[in-house]
Nanobody, 116 residues
Framework: QVQLVESGGGLVQAGGSLRLTCAAS????????MGWYRQAPGAQRELVAT???????NYADSVKGRFTISRDNAKSTVYLQMNSLKPEDTAVYYC??????????WGQGTQVTVSS
């Protein structure tokens, strides 16, 4: 099993920046893709960005050009640098990891609130 712990959420004004961090532990050698999802009140959880073990990335259209996902395999950690934040980015952000069998693991979530 993989355990994920997120940090770095908070309150920021529109146009500001935040950096989220997710540290993995447990069966880390089995991890393939890591990523971030978010869920706003009353909405479904949606993909924000993913990154494969060899660095391939995928972003939601709504965050392209503003968010950057990165990964440190040696530290089993994934990051999400969020710039030019908008009020519509307000959500609980969840770290996700999929192992080589595509079994997902989830973190507990971290709140990001962007004020206008």
């Amino acid at each position: 099993q993989v355990q994920l712990v997120e940090s770095g959420g908070g309150l920021v004004q529109a146009g500001g920046s935040l950096r989220l961090t997710c540290a993995a532990s447990g069966s880390i050698l089995s991890i393939n893709t890591m990523g971030w999802y978010r869920q706003a009140p009353g909405a479904q959880r949606e993909l924000v960005a993913t990154i494969t073990r060899d660095g391939g990335t995928n972003y939601a259209d709504s965050v392209k050009g503003r968010f950057t996902i990165s990964r440190d395999n040696a530290k089993s950690t994934v990051y999400l640098q969020m710039n030019s934040l908008k009020p519509e980015d307000t959500a609980v952000y969840y770290c996700n990891a999929r192992n080589i069998w595509s079994v997902p693991s989830w973190g507990q979530g971290t709140q990001v609130t962007v004020s206008s």
